[in-house]
């Protein structure tokens, strides 16, 4: 008995010496990170123990948080009449929730999703895949009233939709500044994740300028606050209350089944700002087209160009390629050029030049200073319309080597060439086309077919570069069953199954 009472004084001192140790660090925080918790007290109220608290901040925004329902009519075949080999656990066993209909009609899909009062007269921001095909859309307000909403505006290439409800005095909530982020900085995601309504989650910034698609204007901002299913069109906020992006997509695993936490990716409202104008009075983005394609100018290329040239280059976007007939090649750009600003803004990276080319409208005349050969040079190039371009044509104005195939699949391939294995660490004794895109709503998508996966055959043919993939998937319609082989570079592989579309 004493020597149980003589161990457990023992732990009571040892836990007083590391509380009072914890205190004591806290008392010697740093001078950047007291500044932090300052600059978060001014923002959020803080508990007893001096940590922030974001309920000032969710009770701010979530007045102007809605919950979006969109219904829409099965054109083809989708999900209620997949094959039972296509369907997931819950489909198998309960049928399909979101799809009903009588026997012999068209299926009806129900989907859900989140999204964000901007205006006290009614107009909402939310993602394009929400409402995309859409016949009627309604939107619950947090105050329990229902609304039929009106698509005003939409915009595929950045997932973006406009809204309209008949309604006066709503709650809104203010657009920020996602420029103004850091990697590190708080944020709250508010929604309705798998219906559960006003859901408040919290993490950072994770990163910015995230790519997940082969859309040359992906621009994500990445964030580790939790977003589920239901998310998709709803706000994320600084600690100022204000929205700075709109949550759109997760990544639960990579092609290799390795599953992921923590990883979801939000729209920058900055991006958003720059739409709403036209979205609100044309009801779509047009965008300017250059016509080129282009990469960066890493290391080893400034290193060439200080020796070729005695350049000492900074930025700037190396032009690997200039279709023709496109605004670039009537301009004169050509292939070798590195276009270092627009209109005397200069260009970072050749990311920048395709979001600054897309700012500006079709029609407009543009100066583009770039380098030939060592010698600096001026082109003056009427930009085309985007949206036209690329109606006929893969995106050409960012990634390296030739043009990615698009495909009935939702996937983007390219052949692996010296580039493509460093990119994505391909063995050499590997064989295929590398997945360089996958369409986020394309059935491969969900079945975790991502950038970087490397396909070697398709229904049985075998693949090992870009012509035996045209040729493996020519006959294959949309709703058709698919077999894919992926390898996983290691000298293994496995088969994925789905359906085109």
């Known amino acids: 008995m004493k020597i149980a009472k003589t161990l457990m004084f023992a732990a009571a001192g040892s836990l007083l010496i590391l509380m009072g140790f914890g205190l004591a660090q806290l008392r010697n925080v740093s001078a950047p990170t007291a500044r932090a918790v300052t600059n978060m007290s ?13 309920a000032d901040i969710a009770a701010k925004v979530n007045p102007a948080v809605v919950s979006i329902t969109a219904i829409s009519v099965e054109k083809s075949q989708g999900m209620g009449n997949m094959p039972q080999q296509f369907m997931g656990p819950f489909e198998f066993f309960f049928g399909n929730p979101h799809q009903r209909g009588p026997q012999g009609q068209p299926p009806v899909q129900e989907a859900g999703g989140s999204g964000f009062i901007i205006s006290p007269d009614g107009y909402i921001l939310t993602n394009n895949h929400v409402v995309d095909d859409a016949t009627k859309v309604t939107v619950t307000l ?49 929604g309705n994740p798998l219906m559960y309504s006003h859901t408040v989650t919290v993490g950072v910034i994770s990163a910015k300028g995230r790519r997940i698609s082969s ?36 990544t639960r695993s990579d092609y290799m089944g390795r599953m992921v936490e923590g990883i979801g ?45 005695g350049l000492d280059l900074k930025g700037g976007a190396l032009v690997q ?24 803004e200069p260009i970072k990276d050749s990311m920048e030049l395709t979001h600054k ?17 060592g010698k600096k040079k001026e082109y003056r190039v009427t930009l085309g319309n985007r949206a036209k371009a690329l109606a006929g044509q893969e995106s050409s104005e960012q990634g390296q ?16 060439t010296q580039d493509t294995r460093m ?46 993939y045209r040729k493996a998937i020519a006959n294959i319609k949309k709703g058709d069953p698919v077999s894919v082989y992926l390898q996983d570079g290691q000298g293994g592989g496995f088969y994925v199954y789905f359906l085109a579309g």
């Open 321 to 344: 390629s200039v279709d023709d007939g496109t605004p670039a090649a009537k301009a004169g750009i050509q292939k070798g050029d590195i276009i270092v600003s627009v209109n005397g």
């Open 142 to 190: 947090d105050d329990g009233r229902t609304f039929n909403a009106k698509i005003v505006g939409r915009d595929k290439e950045t997932d973006v939709a406009l809204l309209k409800i008949d309604a006066s005095n709503l709650p809104t909530v203010p657009l920020g500044d996602s420029s103004a982020m850091r990697p590190g900085d708080w944020v709250m995601a508010i």
């Open 357 to 373: 080319v897309a700012g500006y409208p079709p029609g407009k005349t543009i100066t583009l200073e770039a380098y030939k050969d």
């Open 401 to 416: 080597g030739e043009k990615p195939a698009k495909d009935v699949l939702g996937i983007q391939v390219q052949n692996l």
């Open 423 to 468: 990119t994505y660490r391909i063995p050499q004794d590997v064989q295929g086309v590398v997945v360089v895109g996958v369409d986020p709503q394309s059935n491969a998508f969900a079945k975790d077919i991502r950038e970087g996966a490397v396909i070697s055959e398709v229904n049985g043919h075998v693949v090992n570069n870009l012509e035996d």
């Open 215 to 250: 859309n040359s204007l992906d621009d994500f901002l990445q964030t580790d606050a939790a977003i589920n299913f239901g998310n998709s069109g709803g706000p994320l906020v600084n600690v100022q209350g204000q929205v700075i992006g709109i949550n759109t997509a997760i």
């Open 42 to 54: 001014q923002a959020a109220t803080t508990n007893a123990m001096g940590l922030p608290s974001f």
């Open 265 to 309: 990716f939000a729209i920058p409202i900055n991006m958003v700002k720059s739409e709403l104008e036209q979205l609100k009075t044309t009801g779509k983005v047009e965008r300017g087209y250059l016509g080129v394609r282009v990469s960066a100018v890493d290391q080893d290329a400034r290193d060439y160009f200080k020796k070729a040239y």
